[in-house]
C-alpha cells in the first residue's frame, strides 16, 4: 500500500467520525414510502452521510455522474427500471441532478416499486429541487446538508479541542476535506472554490458572463455584514440590475450565499426592503478575497464573527425543523439589530460582539415596540446561540 492509498484511508475514516445531526432523522424515515433526499453544496459530505445510513446493507448505487448511469436512468420505461433496480430494496442515486428527467424516473420507482426504499442525492437546489418537486410532490422527504456544524464538530472533538479552534474555523470554515487536511487548508479551499464554486454554478446555470460572476461573489465577500445595493453593485461589476438579481438567485440556490431581509411590522422609520448577504462557510468566503490573515491582525474579524454565527444558526434551524423567521433590523436613524428571530410571534433580538462589553443594549425603540427579548452574543457565551436545544 502506498503512502496515497493511506492517506485516503485516514481521510475516509476520518469524515465518518463526524455523526451529522440529520442521520437519526433519516434512518427514522426508511420505509415511510418516500423518496429520501438529501441536497447540499458539493463535498459537504452528501454521499459520505447516505452510504454510512446504508452501511453493511445490500444497496444498489446509482452514480449520476457516471455516462453509463446517466443514459440508464434517462426516461426509462417501467420495465427497463424494474431490470436496473433488480432485486435491490434499496437504492441511492447520486448526483441525481446530473440526469435528464430523473425527477419523473424517481415517481415511477417510488409508486411501482412500494417496497423499494429511494435515496437521492443532489449538489444544487435550482437543479434537483428544479427537476423533482413536481413529480415527487408528496412523495420526498427532502433533508439539507452544510458544511460541519459546530454542534457536529464539538461532538466530535470535545469541548477543550473546539474551544482552542474557534479562530481557526473563522478563518477556514467548516468543509469536511478542509477539517481533515490541518495545515493544507488554503489548498484545499483554493480547489474548492474553483471547482465547485464557478466551473459547477457556471455549467448549472448557464452563466454567460464567468468574470462578471467572479466580480460579483468578490463584491459580495467584502460587503458581508452590510445592507447590499442591487445598483451599486450592477456599476461594481459593470451589468444591470437584473443581471446582479439572477446571479445572486443563483449563487443562493448554489449554497454559496443567503440572504436576511429587514424586519419591519409597525414603526414608521424602520428600513423595509433592504438585504443582507451572508456565505454559508467563511472558509470559502476568505478564499474569494483571498485573505487568511490572524484575527487579531484583521479588520473584518466583526464580519466574520457575523457570519459564522448566522451561518450556523442557519444549520440549526434546518437540521432542528425550526420554524423561525430570520432578519436584521435597522432604522433611518441608523439605530441597528444584527439578527432577529421571528419564532411563532415571539420576538427576539441579537447582537454580535468578538469581544465580551459591559452596558451594551439593544435599542430601546425595539425591544419595547416588539416586546422583544434582547441577547448580547460574544466569544464567552456563543455556544447558547449556534447550539438550539
Known amino acids: 500500500m502506498n503512502l496515497s492509498e493511506k492517506c485516503t484511508i485516514f481521510t475516509d475514516i476520518f469524515i465518518h467520525m463526524y455523526t451529522r445531526y440529520i442521520s437519526d432523522i433519516i434512518e427514522k424515515k426508511i420505509g415511510s414510502g418516500k423518496a429520501i433526499v438529501v441536497i447540499g453544496p458539493r463535498q459537504v459530505g452528501k454521499t459520505t452521510l447516505i452510504e454510512t445510513i446504508l452501511k453493511n446493507k445490500d444497496y444498489l448505487f446509482l452514480n449520476g455522474d457516471d455516462p453509463k448511469t446517466k443514459t440508464l436512468l434517462t426516461e426509462p420505461n417501467t420495465e427497463q427500471i424494474r431490470t436496473i433496480l433488480g432485486q435491490h430494496k434499496l437504492v441511492f442515486i447520486d448526483e441525481a441532478q446530473r440526469i435528464n428527467g430523473i425527477g419523473l424516473t424517481m415517481k415511477i420507482i417510488t409508486d411501482r416499486f412500494k417496497e423499494v426504499q429511494l435515496f437521492a442525492s443532489g449538489s444544487s437546489s435550482f437543479d434537483l429541487s428544479n427537476r423533482i418537486n413536481e413529480p415527487l410532490t408528496g412523495r420526498k422527504w427532502e433533508y439539507q446538508l452544510f458544511p460541519i456544524s459546530w454542534e457536529e464538530y464539538e461532538n466530535n472533538h470535545g469541548y477543550v479541542y473546539a474551544e482552542q479552534q474557534l479562530e481557526n474555523r473563522l478563518l477556514y470554515g467548516f468543509y469536511p476535506d478542509v477539517l481533515n487536511n490541518s495545515g493544507n487548508e488554503i489548498s484545499v479551499l483554493r480547489n474548492l472554490v474553483s471547482s465547485y464554486l464557478y466551473k459547477d454554478i457556471l455549467s448549472y446555470s448557464d452563466i454567460r458572463k464567468p468574470d462578471v460572476l467572479e466580480k ?12 447590499v445595493n442591487y445598483s451599486e453593485l450592477a456599476q461594481i461589476v459593470s451589468v444591470d440590475k437584473n443581471t446582479v438579481a439572477k446571479y445572486i438567485d443563483i449563487l443562493e440556490k448554489g449554497f454559496v450565499i443567503f440572504q436576511l431581509g429587514s424586519f419591519s411590522r409597525n414603526i414608521r422609520n424602520e428600513i423595509k426592503t433592504s438585504k443582507k448577504i451572508y456565505f454559508y462557510d467563511n472558509g470559502v468566503r476568505n478564499m474569494i478575497i483571498g485573505n487568511f490573515d490572524p484575527i487579531e491582525l484583521r479588520t473584518d474579524k466583526g464580519a466574520l464573527w457575523e457570519n459564522f454565527l448566522i451561518s450556523e444558526r442557519i ?3 434546518e437540521y432542528k425543523q ?10 433611518k436613524q441608523q439605530q441597528e439589530i444584527d439578527f432577529i428571530e421571528d419564532n411563532g410571534g415571539r420576538i427576539s433580538g441579537f447582537e454580535f460582539k468578538w469581544q465580551n ?7 430601546k425603540t425595539f425591544v ?4 422583544a427579548e434582547s441577547k448580547i452574543i460574544d466569544r464567552d457565551n456563543f455556544r447558547e446561540f449556534v447550539v438550539i436545544s
Open 216 to 227: 460579483l461573489v468578490q463584491a459580495l465577500a467584502l460587503q458581508i455584514g452590510s445592507e
Open 315 to 317: 444549520k440549526q434551524n
Open 322 to 331: 425550526s420554524l423561525a423567521r430570520t432578519y436584521f433590523w435597522r432604522t
Open 357 to 363: 462589553k459591559k452596558n451594551i443594549k439593544l435599542p
Open 368 to 371: 419595547e415596540s416588539y416586546h
